[in-house]
T-cell receptor, first 113, second 118 residues
Framework: SQELEQSPQSLIVQEGKNLTINCTSSKTLYGLYWYKQKYGEGLIFLMMLQKGGEEKSHEKITAKLDEKKQQSSLHITASQPSHAGIYLCGADVDNNAGNMLTFGGGTRLMVKP | GAVVSQHPSRVICKSGTSVKIECRSLDFQATTMFWYRQFPKQSLMLMATSNEGSKATYEQGVEKDKFLINHASLTLSTLTVTSAHPEDSSFYIC??????????????FGPGTRLTVL
């Protein structure tokens, strides 16, 4: 089975600092999704990466997928309190039952003003 | 760790029929459960937020009369797809929010239900 490991599990940063969250897979990733969860709310889709070396940005958040397609990183530049929440990476699992998703354990981010 | 189950895991139905999907938190109480759907190679899309004992909150564009959500207990939420049509075929996932101590708030995901409408 495909496992996704996220690191760190939790992160506290000072407002304005940059940070990186990593998502590592034991198998090749064929569709890697990054989500954000605000406390008490549902997941918010951030970005999807499919190609090795692909990089996407949305406002101050950049996500990359490495060439081997086994690791993705999410980078936030000049963090703000609004970035606080839980960040989840998810990946497609192709199996006989059709597409399914597996998730990393999540990274809890707190941004101190 | 906390476990969330979904039943059924797969269902095939005829167009026009209704299908009920159950989401259960097996070893914790979930005051809030979320329902998502995913199309192939696309991201999860939040459909609705279900709070125990109250009406679900639906995301924009989701028909509440078509996707009926009931959260009758702290461990069970159901999603009923009424008068299903082929365009409703999708992968439906629920998650349950577990409240821990101060500063904790974790969602646990069910394994998903694949609905195919013929």
């Amino acid at each position: 089975s495909q496992e996704l490991e996220q690191s760190p599990q939790s992160l506290i940063v000072q407002e304005g600092k940059n940070l990186t969250i990593n998502c590592t897979s034991s198998k090749t990733l064929y569709g890697l999704y990054w989500y954000k969860q605000k406390y008490g709310e549902g997941l918010i889709f951030l970005m999807m990466l499919q190609k090795g070396g692909e990089e996407k940005s949305h406002e101050k958040i950049t996500a990359k997928l490495d060439e081997k397609k086994q690791q993705s990183s999410l980078h936030i530049t000049a963090s703000q309190p609004s970035h606080a929440g839980i960040y989840l990476c998810g990946a497609d699992v192709d199996n006989n039952a059709g597409n399914m998703l597996t998730f990393g354990g999540g990274t809890r981010l707190m941004v101190k003003p | 760790g906390a476990v969330v189950s979904q039943h059924p895991s797969r269902v095939i139905c005829k167009s026009g029929t209704s299908v009920k999907i159950e989401c259960r938190s097996l070893d914790f109480q979930a005051t809030t459960m979320f329902w998502y759907r995913q199309f192939p190679k696309q991201s999860l899309m939040l459909m609705a937020t279900s709070n125990e004992g109250s009406k679900a909150t639906y995301e924009q564009g989701v028909e509440k009369d078509k996707f009926l959500i009931n959260h009758a207990s702290l461990t069970l939420s159901t999603l009923t797809v009424t008068s299903a049509h082929p365009e409703d075929s999708s992968f439906y996932i629920c998650s349950a929010r577990r409240l821990g101590g101060p500063g904790t708030d974790t969602q646990y995901f069910g394994p998903g239900t694949r609905l195919t409408v013929l």
